[in-house]
């Protein structure tokens, strides 16, 4: 029986640094958000839960993902229904649960970048 299931959305990240490259610990970082509980489904209905990752201030959002884990259940019961930016620099994300008996948890990611002043290039004086 499996009991995760692993849903992440892929993000590309550019830094440009100024005179070298810059340690990735210095400028890019992963936020992620509190782990919310997918109830079991009520009803005919299918539970549901959202989670949202924000940046600090003074970052950027420059990608996220989401994980979604089943309960004591089978993964095919717990899916992630969307992984998307939202206003200002989060991440969101929805995840819906079928499972009448077990509950599941849903947690966003958000990929924050600082931002870096670069100076302004100019061409060489000959």
């Not at 782990?35 to 940046?55: D, F, K, N, Q």
């Not at 884990?69 to 991440?91: C, F, K, Q, V």
Request: proline share 6%; glycine share 12%; aromatic share 8%.
């Amino acid at each position: 029986m499996l009991k995760k299931s692993f849903v992440a959305t892929a993000a590309v990240l550019l830094v440009f640094g100024g005179a070298g490259a810059a340690q990735a610990d210095d400028v890019v970082r992963v936020v992620e958000s509190a782990e919310v509980t997918i109830p079991p489904a009520s009803g005919g209905y299918p539970g549901r839960a959202a989670a949202v990752a924000e940046c600090p201030a003074g970052e950027t959002r420059t990608g996220g993902g989401a994980v979604v884990t089943a309960g004591n259940s089978y993964a095919d019961r717990y899916h992630l229904g969307a992984s998307a930016p939202i206003s200002g620099e989060r991440w969101w994300a929805f995840a819906t649960n079928s499972d009448p008996s077990n509950s599941g948890t849903v947690k966003a990611y958000a990929i924050c970048a600082k931002v870096v002043k670069n100076p302004t290039l100019a061409p060489a004086l000959t």
